[in-house]
Nanobody, 123 residues
């Protein structure tokens, strides 16, 4: 089993920044990719970004490219999502996900999910 715990969400004004953290524990994470999904009210979950153990990163949404940065500290078993220039449409619950495999934009790929952290971007 892999446990994922997110933190760092909150309320921020448009144009502001937040850094989400996901601490993973349980099995050895050497072969796990870890990513972020988000779900806005009334919408389906969508893949945001993913990172491999060797720091290979993927961004699945054109709307976050250049504004969001994913990183991974293997010594701390922690993945970060730095979110800059936030917009109201970034509002939602952000979930940390993991799978022993490859990064994917599809939710069905991942078999481990955190409980989520709320991000609200509002004036």
């Amino acid at each position: 089993q892999v446990q994922l715990v997110e933190s760092g969400g909150g309320l921020v004004h448009p144009g502001g920044s937040l850094r989400l953290s996901c601490v993973a524990s349980g099995k050895s994470l050497d072969f796990y990719v870890i990513g972020w999904f988000r779900q806005a009210p009334g919408k389906e979950r969508e893949g945001v970004s993913c990172i491999t153990n060797s720091q290979g990163s993927s961004y699945f949404l054109d709307s976050v490219k250049g504004r969001f940065t994913i990183s991974r500290d293997n010594a701390k078993s922690t993945v970060y999502l730095q979110m800059d220039s936030l917009k109201p449409e970034d509002t939602g619950v952000y979930y940390c996900v993991a799978v022993a495999g490859h990064c994917s934009r599809y939710a069905s790929t991942y078999n481990y999910w955190g409980q989520g952290t709320q991000v609200t971007v509002s004036a």
